[in-house]
């Protein structure tokens, strides 16, 4: 009632635009109703918080004083409740943040002169909640036109602890969204004024005050501007040296935080320009080993994190830290690091034991993410389709040093941070380091205490890695005869020992330091069969009752097989009536991982699964667990993608699964189209678009293993009828997946799909978009094939295609490079062109000199493999057609030859024909020629084809 009673007695009038000047006073009718609101909307109840919240933004959006009602009550309300304060505060926030381009000026600038007066506010939680919305409204108008307020902030360190306070508090804000606008020439580089004022309050009595001033300046450490190289004497003495006449440095400070702030700021400077560090070498690496010591686990945590840092940087590493490692008496640097890596007392009261008949909670369900099916050249790969992508290549790191990821614990400890710096120092030091760990585990390993010994079996796993026989040694790093090397005999096998420890943490942790040795363990096959012990260990504790325990058993399972590849062949049949067993006792998380051990298992193992015992054992489960799945259960995808990865290894065996899965995933389609329809009718939450894509990947799946036989099996269908509507679905994902299945369609059953081509034909044309990579390399992919089947019936519409491919195939380049994100696309395009070349060569004249560059340049970076030769085959028809026009590109068509090692010889014959016509074409300018393309081409050339 009161909602409608509001709506009546004090509807808000849109103001004049002109008239929301500096002199605005709130209506008072209207600031209580607004106070009812937002004191209302946090009441407890969810959908009265919605529909409070929906009137908060109706209001937000349609009155064009409403954030003036906002800044009112949050600055000037203090007689109103904080928490009400605050909650205006944050709603100020977000007004400015998602639609700072729709307020007036004059609201903009009536916020930046009202909000400043609350840096000083009585009470923290105001002057906090002031700074976030400070630094919202300068990130999205910029200093530049706020120009008083750094200065303001500045002098507010002049004033009274709550100014003072307060505008740390927007300055570390401000500095944290934004360190680089500090530095900007054209606002007067405001850092060269804030720098010494931050200084001295690295000394103030006020503990708040230290932290904050430290925490400030250690947002610059990584640009490391003019402003702190200037004062950087005065910074670093300031942090690391006695205070005068007040006792203790910060790196000393008595406050945890402050100390904190320290090390973390030690460690950005490390990692940034660690040579500004050389005067103090010697002092940072025995505070660091003071800090390891340190009470506080917080101080103790940043001292390990500051360790590996240090060791990205391993010659610098080993400079500074074997120093400490060769102390007489021996340090107490290593232990200390082992110790720091025993569970603390609290993780042990929350472990559980014995828990598999435990119901999953919601939040122990990980999200279930579906990258979608891509095709060609994109296959295994991720594009983003929601932004430019990093240009730069970057190797995607590999999580499996972390234990704690391995085992599902998302919160960073003392013992992870620990961990990680042993692993680091080992990587840095290699063999060097063993000796001076070895000792320290022995006894660890032998403690009547199951922490310290669960610590020492930790430890064997971190410095793993960087022992593995396999991995190069690091450089410059002293040897140590053998390394782990010669003891590894001995602790594989008590290793497999502790799988049967009765304490589940032991067990735990030693699958996952059994995975990190799964390189060595099957390298030593088949003259030390360590792997038939460790494999019958690691599936014993699959079937574990810790869920804990079944999680790492998972994970160590898929990284042994993975490394034993077709060393796992003759364990097949234990292996899939192990994964069965666990199939039938886990709880919903744990049988994800099932699923992903499986998947491991059959793309290692590929052919050989092909056993009618086997195959029988292996899908009579996942068939009959996904027939019972229901139709909101989001745990099914993951199945899917087993399934799909099984169909791939059995190939045309999957046959007689093929039909009732293919109707299972096809009737999910249909029936989260027909709910999607719904629920736009009634303006209701559409339903997870990956009950469409995920069934829809899963099919393509199925077609690709079964190839032209599944025929039969899609006539059975309404296959045709959602592919249609999928590829024409308004959400990106599931058009990817519906072009993901088109593609595989025409290659393998094309003539079955042919009489709807029309209508896919159009979609596909509709989606040869770049800025959806994803979505628009699916259907470039899928138009390749479709051209590889259809030849010369696609004449009439070829002028059309290409002028859809030319803005692909010429994306902007930058610095004559690719962006990563549209390489994969980019390849696929090349390969579509050479497809439609095969038929249509002639056609496709008109605009060759409009794409023949840059696709000659792509067709050199595709793999050999049938795709490629297709392409090429469109790229001889095209140089035989037009000779003339493409002859210019002679120097990227030999780069582009020269990188095929081994091409099928019907296409050896037509590149060795164009080569030799290439030579005599050029008759005697040939030798100038060829003397002048690069090198690596004319080595390929030679190696791959004898010319020259």
Same mark, same amino acid.
């Given at each position: 009632?009161?909602?409608?009673?509001?709506?009546?007695?004090?509807?808000?009038?849109?103001?004049?635009?002109?008239?929301?000047?500096?002199?605005?006073?709130?209506?008072?009718?209207?600031?209580?109703?607004?106070?009812?609101?937002?004191?209302?909307?946090?009441?407890?109840?969810?959908?009265?918080?919605?529909?409070?919240?929906? *009137?908060?933004?109706?209001?937000?959006?349609?009155?064009?004083?409403?954030?003036?009602?906002?800044?009112?009550?949050?600055?000037?309300?203090?007689?109103?409740?904080?928490?009400?304060?605050?909650?205006?505060?944050?709603?100020?926030?977000?007004?400015?943040?998602?639609?700072?381009?729709?307020?007036?000026?004059?609201?903009?600038?009536?916020?930046?002169?009202?909000?400043?007066?609350?840096?000083?506010?009585?009470?923290?939680?105001?002057?906090?909640?002031?700074?976030?919305?400070?630094?919202?409204?300068?990130?999205?108008?910029?200093?530049?036109?706020?120009?008083?307020?750094?200065?303001?902030?500045?002098?507010?360190?002049?004033?009274?602890?709550?100014?003072? $306070? !307060?505008?740390?508090?927007?300055?570390?804000?401000?500095?944290?969204?934004?360190?680089?606008?500090?530095?900007?020439?054209?606002?007067?580089?405001?850092?060269?004024?804030?720098?010494?004022?931050?200084?001295?309050?690295?000394?103030? $009595? %006020?503990? @708040?005050?230290?932290?904050?001033?430290?925490?400030?300046?250690?947002?610059?450490?990584?640009?490391?501007?003019?402003?702190?190289?200037?004062?950087?004497?005065?910074?670093?003495?300031?942090?690391?040296?006695?205070?005068?006449?007040?006792?203790?440095?910060?790196?000393?400070?008595?406050?945890?935080?402050?100390?904190?702030?320290?090390?973390?700021?030690?460690?950005?400077?490390?990692?940034?320009?660690?040579?500004?560090?050389?005067?103090?070498?010697?002092?940072? @690496?025995?505070?660091?080993?003071?800090?390891?010591?340190?009470?506080?686990?917080?101080?103790?945590?940043?001292?390990?994190?500051?360790?590996?840092?240090?060791?990205?940087?391993?010659?610098?590493?080993?400079?500074?830290?074997?120093?400490?490692?060769?102390?007489?008496?021996?340090?107490?640097?290593?232990?200390?690091?082992?110790?720091?890596?025993?569970?603390?007392?609290?993780?042990?009261?929350?472990?559980?034991?014995?828990?598999?008949?435990?119901?999953?909670?919601?939040?122990?369900?990980?999200?279930?993410?579906?990258?979608?099916?891509?095709?060609?050249?994109?296959?295994?790969?991720?594009?983003?389709?929601?932004? !430019?992508?990093?240009?730069?290549?970057?190797?995607?790191?590999?999580?499996?040093?972390?234990?704690?990821? $391995?085992?599902?614990?998302?919160?960073?400890?003392?013992?992870?941070?620990?961990?990680?710096?042993?692993?680091?120092?080992?990587?840095?030091?290699?063999?060097?380091?063993?000796?001076?760990?070895?000792?320290?585990?022995?006894?660890?390993?032998?403690?009547?205490?199951?922490?310290?010994?669960?610590?020492?079996?930790?430890?064997?796993?971190?410095?793993?890695?960087?022992?593995?026989?396999?991995?190069?040694?690091?450089?410059?790093?002293?040897?140590?005869?053998?390394?782990?090397?010669?003891?590894?005999?001995?602790?594989?096998?008590?290793?497999?020992?502790?799988?049967?420890?009765?304490?589940?943490? @032991?067990?735990?942790?030693?699958?996952?330091?059994?995975?990190?040795?799964?390189?060595?363990?099957?390298?030593?096959?088949?003259?030390?069969?360590?792997?038939?012990?460790?494999?019958?260990?690691?599936?014993?504790?699959?079937?574990?009752?810790?869920?804990?325990?079944?999680?790492?058993?998972?994970?160590?399972?898929?990284?042994?097989?993975?490394?034993?590849?077709?060393?796992?062949?003759?364990?097949?049949?234990?292996?899939?009536?192990?994964?069965?067993?666990?199939?039938?006792?886990?709880?919903?998380?744990?049988?994800?991982?099932?699923?992903?051990?499986?998947?491991?298992?059959?793309?290692?193992?590929?052919?050989?699964?092909?056993?009618?015992?086997?195959? *029988?054992?292996?899908?009579?489960?996942?068939?009959?667990?996904?027939?019972?799945?229901?139709?909101?259960?989001?745990?099914?995808?993951?199945?899917?993608?087993?399934?799909?990865?099984?169909?791939?290894?059995?190939?045309?065996?999957?046959?007689?699964?093929?039909?009732?899965?293919?109707?299972?995933?096809?009737?999910?389609?249909?029936?989260?189209?027909?709910?999607?329809?719904?629920?736009?009718?009634?303006?209701?939450?559409?339903?997870?678009?990956?009950?469409?894509?995920?069934?829809?990947?899963?099919?393509?799946?199925?077609?690709?293993?079964?190839?032209?036989?599944?025929?039969?099996?899609?006539?059975?269908?309404?296959?045709?009828?959602?592919?249609?509507?999928?590829?024409?679905?308004?959400?990106?994902?599931?058009?990817?997946?519906?072009? !993901?299945?088109?593609?595989?369609?025409?290659?393998?059953?094309?003539?079955?799909?042919?009489?709807?081509?029309?209508?896919?034909?159009?979609?596909?044309?509709?989606?040869?978009?770049?800025?959806?990579?994803?979505?628009?390399?699916?259907?470039?992919?899928?138009?390749?094939?479709?051209?590889?089947?259809?030849?010369?019936?696609?004449?009439?519409?070829?002028?059309?295609?290409?002028?859809?491919?030319?803005?692909? @195939?010429?994306?902007?380049?930058?610095?004559?490079?690719?962006?990563? *994100?549209?390489?994969?696309?980019?390849?696929?395009?090349?390969?579509?062109?050479?497809?439609?070349?095969?038929?249509?060569?002639? $056609?496709?004249?008109?605009?060759?000199?409009?794409?023949?560059?840059?696709?000659?340049?792509?067709?050199?970076?595709?793999?050999?493999?049938?795709?490629?030769?297709?392409?090429?085959?469109?790229?001889?028809?095209?140089?035989?057609?037009?000779?003339?026009?493409?002859?210019?590109?002679?120097?990227?068509?030999?780069?582009?030859?020269?990188?095929?090692?081994?091409?099928?010889?019907?296409?050896?014959?037509?590149?060795?024909?164009?080569?030799?016509?290439?030579?005599?074409?050029?008759?005697?300018?040939?030798?100038?020629?060829?003397?002048?393309?690069?090198?690596?081409?004319? %080595?390929?050339?030679?190696?791959?084809?004898?010319?020259?």
């Amino acid at each position: 009632g009161w909602v409608l009673l509001f709506s009546l007695r004090f509807s808000l009038t849109p103001l004049p635009l002109f008239d929301i000047i500096m002199s605005w006073q709130p209506n008072p009718a209207t600031y209580q109703e607004i106070l009812r609101l937002l004191s209302q909307s946090q009441v407890g109840v969810n959908v009265i918080q919605k529909s409070l919240h929906q *009137q908060l933004d109706a209001l937000a959006k349609t009155q064009a004083d409403f954030c003036l009602y906002l800044c009112e009550i949050l600055v000037k309300g203090q007689s109103v409740d904080s928490d009400v304060r605050q909650v205006a505060g944050l709603d100020l926030k977000n007004v400015v943040h998602d639609r700072i381009t729709q307020l007036h000026p004059d609201v903009v600038n009536y916020i930046k002169q009202a909000i400043l007066p609350a840096v000083g506010d009585e009470l923290r939680d105001i002057r906090s909640t002031a700074g976030t919305v400070i630094a919202t409204v300068a990130g999205a108008v910029g200093f530049a036109r706020w120009p008083e307020l750094l200065t303001f902030l500045m002098g507010c360190l002049n004033s009274n602890k709550n100014f003072i $306070e !307060g505008a740390f508090n927007a300055l570390l804000k401000l500095a944290e969204n934004n360190p680089q606008s500090f530095d900007d020439a054209s606002i007067g580089s405001p850092l060269n004024a804030l720098i010494p004022k931050l200084i001295p309050f690295f000394s103030h $009595e %006020d503990p @708040i005050f230290r932290e904050y001033s430290i925490t400030i300046a250690k947002q610059f450490l990584l640009l490391l501007p003019n402003a702190l190289l200037v004062n950087f004497p005065a910074y670093i003495n300031a942090l690391l040296l006695p205070r005068a006449g007040a006792g203790a440095s910060c790196a000393m400070d008595p406050s945890v935080d402050v100390r904190r702030r320290v090390l973390q700021s030690l460690t950005l400077m490390v990692v940034s320009k660690p040579d500004l560090l050389a005067p103090f070498y010697t002092q940072v @690496i025995g505070y660091i080993a003071l800090m390891l010591r340190d009470a506080e686990e917080d101080v103790a945590m940043e001292a390990c994190e500051f360790i590996a840092a240090l060791s990205e940087k391993p010659e610098l590493c080993r400079q500074l830290i074997r120093p400490v490692l060769n102390q007489n008496p021996p340090s107490d640097f290593i232990p200390l690091i082992l110790k720091h890596m025993e569970y603390s007392a609290i993780d042990v009261t929350l472990m559980n034991e014995n828990d598999e008949h435990v119901q999953d909670r919601p939040t122990d369900l990980p999200p279930v993410i579906n990258e979608g099916h891509l095709g060609g050249a994109a296959a295994g790969q991720h594009l983003d389709d929601e932004a !430019g992508g990093d240009e730069e290549d970057e190797e995607d790191e590999e999580d499996d040093d972390d234990e704690a990821e $391995e085992q599902g614990e998302a919160e960073w400890t003392l013992r992870k941070s620990a961990g990680a710096a042993l692993d680091s120092l080992a990587s840095a030091f290699g063999a060097e380091l063993i000796p001076h760990v070895l000792p320290h585990l022995d006894a660890k390993l032998n403690s009547p205490e199951w922490p310290s010994r669960e610590a020492a079996i930790l430890a064997l796993g971190a410095i793993a890695k960087s022992m593995d026989p396999a991995a190069p040694p690091a450089a410059g790093a002293a040897g140590a005869a053998g390394g782990l090397d010669a003891f590894l005999p001995q602790i594989v096998p008590w290793l497999v020992v502790m799988l049967s420890d009765p304490k589940a943490l @032991i067990r735990s942790i030693t699958c996952w330091t059994i995975g990190r040795y799964a390189g060595w363990i099957v390298s030593r096959l088949p003259q030390e069969n360590h792997f038939q012990a460790v494999l019958g260990g690691v599936m014993q504790r699959i079937l574990d009752s810790t869920k804990k325990v079944q999680a790492a058993a998972c994970s160590t399972f898929s990284v042994l097989v993975e490394a034993a590849g077709v060393h796992a062949v003759p364990y097949l049949g234990p292996i899939i009536e192990n994964l069965n067993l666990a199939q039938q006792r886990y709880q919903q998380r744990n049988l994800i991982r099932i699923y992903d051990a499986l998947t491991a298992v059959v793309e290692v193992v590929g052919p050989a699964i092909r056993q009618p015992a086997l195959e *029988q054992a292996l899908m009579t489960p996942l068939s009959a667990r996904l027939s019972a799945s229901k139709p909101d259960d989001r745990s099914v995808f993951p199945l899917m993608w087993a399934i799909n990865s099984v169909a791939q290894a059995m190939g045309p065996d999957f046959a007689p699964w093929a039909l009732p899965i293919i109707q299972h995933a096809l009737g999910m389609v249909q029936n989260t189209l027909a709910l999607k329809m719904v629920a736009k009718q009634a303006g209701a939450e559409i339903p997870d678009k990956d009950f469409i894509a995920s069934p829809l990947d899963l099919v393509a799946g199925i077609v690709e293993a079964l190839k032209e036989p599944c025929v039969p099996l899609l006539a059975q269908t309404n296959i045709m009828a959602l592919l249609q509507e999928a590829v024409k679905d308004d959400i990106p994902p599931i058009r990817q997946s519906g072009f !993901g299945l088109l593609g595989d369609l025409a290659q393998y059953c094309y003539d079955f799909m042919a009489p709807h081509i029309g209508g896919l034909f159009q979609a596909l044309m509709a989606n040869l978009d770049p800025h959806f990579p994803s979505v628009c390399n699916n259907a470039v992919w899928a138009l390749g094939h479709v051209a590889l089947k259809a030849r010369n019936q696609l004449a009439p519409a070829i002028p059309q295609i290409v002028e859809a491919l030319l803005p692909i @195939i010429n994306v902007e380049r930058k610095d004559g490079k690719v962006p990563r *994100q549209y390489r994969p696309l980019l390849q696929n395009a090349s390969i579509t062109l050479g497809a439609l070349a095969i038929g249509n060569a002639p $056609e496709m004249g008109p605009s060759l000199t409009r794409f023949s560059r840059h696709w000659i340049g792509q067709l050199a970076t595709l793999h050999d493999d049938p795709e490629k030769a297709d392409a090429f085959r469109g790229l001889c028809a095209l140089i035989r057609t037009h000779p003339a026009a493409i002859f210019p590109e002679v120097p990227f068509i030999l780069a582009a030859i020269s990188t095929w090692a081994a091409p099928p010889e019907d296409l050896r014959a037509d590149l060795n024909t164009i080569l030799g016509g290439i030579k005599t074409q050029l008759g005697a300018q040939w030798p100038q020629f060829y003397g002048s393309l690069p090198q690596d081409v004319r %080595d390929r050339l030679l190696k791959n084809f004898q010319y020259q």
